[in-house]
């Protein structure tokens, strides 16, 4: 594996922000309008007094709506009852398991489960966040890690479970991740929808140069939760077992993970930048990964529950 040149980003993700057809209209509509009534009244101050004024024209008014704007795709779910920077995901329940062609026999059987309310982060965890929390609790770490906003990687799952403890958050569940990147009622393949845009996530970049934490605002989940496919892979709460989805009940309250006796491997998910589409999607998960090892691919964020 090629290691990650995090100081460099990735271009930016195209943002539409020309105006519109419409609205360069009534801009010059509105300019000419300017400039002829201050034509107008330079005339009328030196034509001769016996003709009469020219009549000054009425303004002309341009309004401009909020819907001559770019909108952002998928606006962060925030709520009062999260700490900044985390999206509030209502309880309820959702589509947990693969609903297409390619899913595996790991994200089967299908299933509806609930889940209560919990707050989770709306970007990964980036290098600079990581130094932060370092220095803040003393923590002497030798891997040294760039101050960007790229996001962190080469951490194992327990120094990743170390910080979102400190925070007073955990890591989330395999099941809590999947419905901040798939939506209620949903069963859309990528965080997005259906549609495999290189637009929306950093996928099969096989320059292997990691996006910022805040990029691909487009691709963002129904919840506004950014990368959640692609860029840096993610670390959960849960330990792998290959076919647990079949201890799971249909329409299950809050259901727990496997049992530490189980595995000695924990759930990845999201894919990564150098992924076929396949293993990006919202129900991919591995789980070749021991919780001492680390990965240059392979990152997190937190949650946790709701203020009140």
């Known amino acids: 594996m090629v290691k990650p040149r995090q100081s460099a980003r990735v271009k930016q993700s195209p943002k539409n922000n020309a105006p519109s057809p419409i609205m360069q209209k009534e801009v010059i509509v509105a300019i000419i309008g300017v400039v002829g009534t201050i034509l107008i009244a330079i005339l009328n101050k030196y034509l001769p007094s016996t003709l009469s004024p020219i009549p000054t024209p009425t303004p002309i008014v341009v309004i401009v709506t909020e819907t001559s704007f770019p909108t952002v795709t998928a606006t962060p779910n925030t709520s009062s009852d999260c700490l900044q920077g985390m999206a509030y995901i209502p309880g309820g329940t959702f589509t947990l398991g693969g609903v297409d062609a390619d899913a595996k026999p790991n994200e089967k059987p299908i299933r509806k489960i609930y889940l209560d309310p919990y707050c989770i982060d709306i970007n990964e965890v980036s290098n600079t966040a990581y130094l932060n929390y370092l220095s803040s609790a003393q923590i002497h770490q030798s891997t040294p890690y760039p101050n960007d906003n790229n996001p962190v990687v080469n951490v194992t799952w327990y120094e990743a479970n170390k910080f979102c403890q400190y925070f007073d958050k955990t890591l989330p569940s395999e099941y809590q991740w999947e419905k901040a990147a798939r939506g209620s009622n949903d069963n859309r393949i990528y965080p997005w929808g259906n549609s495999r845009d290189l637009n929306k996530a950093n996928i099969e970049n096989l320059q292997f140069i990691m996006s910022f934490v805040d990029e691909f605002e487009s691709g963002g989940s129904p919840y506004g939760v950014l990368n959640m496919a692609g860029n840096a892979?993610?670390?959960?709460?849960?330990?792998?077992?290959?076919?647990?989805?079949?201890?799971i009940p249909e329409f299950g309250k809050n259901p727990s993970g496997p049992e530490s006796a189980e595995s000695s491997t924990?759930?990845?998910?999201?894919?990564?930048?150098?992924e076929i589409w396949e293993n990006a999607r919202v129900s991919a998960r591995f789980g070749t990964i021991a919780p001492d090892q680390s990965r240059d691919y392979l990152g997190f964020r937190c949650v946790s529950l709701p203020l009140k």
Not at 234 to 241: G, K, N, P, S
Not at 266 to 274: A, E, H, P, Q, W
């Open 233 to 247: 892979a993610e670390w959960t709460q849960d330990w792998y077992v290959e076919n647990w989805y079949e201890e």
């Open 266 to 274: 924990k759930v990845v998910r999201g894919g990564s930048l150098v």
